[in-house]
């Protein structure tokens, strides 16, 4: 079945402890993109990459990092977590970077205490 | 920053009526999609629309764009109590980032 896979679904974690939130893709998409959700504000866009060794900054790029070492994985990590990083995450993939037509993981929910 | 603004932000029907949600954004753009959010999970692509476009349809849902205006509706006929979810414009802009952005979204509720 095609889909995007993220891991954990939920993560209670405490401030500084560095976490990496998984996301996995079977559909050979060269375009991923990470968002944040929050209540009144949409979905923002943290990183994107094009394709393999190409990331760049979204909107809220700033206490993320992202790699991308393979077409398929697109990690997302909190080197050190704050509070203001409590969020709903979610990763998404597209085959063609041109039209976005994106599929969706089906969120990290993440709480920084 | 925000391209997308829907309207309304919450809309309540009874099951059966037609459901009408509106787009609005600021830029020139490439294609206007529309997504549906079940509450806490993914999205999912409903429908895109590129700027050349005028209208689309895809089952009971009917996308207008009009660029002119710089906005977009979104129709949902006969609408079912599956149908309750948040929707959400996106665009995705023409000044060669091809960058796509969301808009806060539309809640709807079928009442059956």
């Known amino acids: 079945e095609a889909q995007v896979t993220q891991n954990p679904r939920y993560l209670i974690t405490v401030t500084g402890k560095k976490l990496t939130v998984t996301c996995s893709q079977n559909m050979n998409h060269e375009y991923m993109s990470w968002y944040r959700q929050d209540p009144g504000l949409g979905l923002r866009q943290i990183y994107y990459?094009?394709?393999?060794?190409?990331?760049d900054k979204g909107d809220v790029p700033e206490g993320y990092k992202v790699s991308r070492k393979e077409k398929r994985n697109f990690p997302l990590i909190l080197e050190s977590p704050s509070p203001n990083q409590t969020s709903l995450y979610f990763c998404?993939?597209?085959?063609?970077?041109?039209?976005?037509?994106?599929?969706f993981g089906s969120g990290t929910q993440l709480s920084v205490l | 920053s925000q391209q997308g603004e829907e309207d309304p932000q919450a809309l309540s029907i009874q099951e059966g009526e037609n459901a009408t949600m509106n787009c609005s954004y600021k830029t020139s753009i490439n294609n206007l999609q529309w997504y549906r959010q079940n509450s806490g999970r993914g999205l999912v692509h409903l429908i895109l629309?590129?700027?050349?476009?005028r209208e689309k349809h895809s089952g009971r849902l009917r996308v207008t764009l009009d660029t002119s205006k710089k906005s977009s509706s979104l129709l949902i006929t006969a609408s079912r109590a599956a149908d309750t979810a948040s929707y959400f414009c996106a665009t995705v802009d023409d000044f060669g980032n091809e960058k796509l952005t969301f808009g806060t979204g539309t809640r709807l509720t079928i009442i059956p």
């Open positions: 990459s094009m394709n393999v060794e190409v990331t």
């Open positions: 998404a993939s597209s085959l063609s970077p041109d039209s976005k037509k994106l599929f």
């Open positions: 629309i590129r700027s050349n476009e």
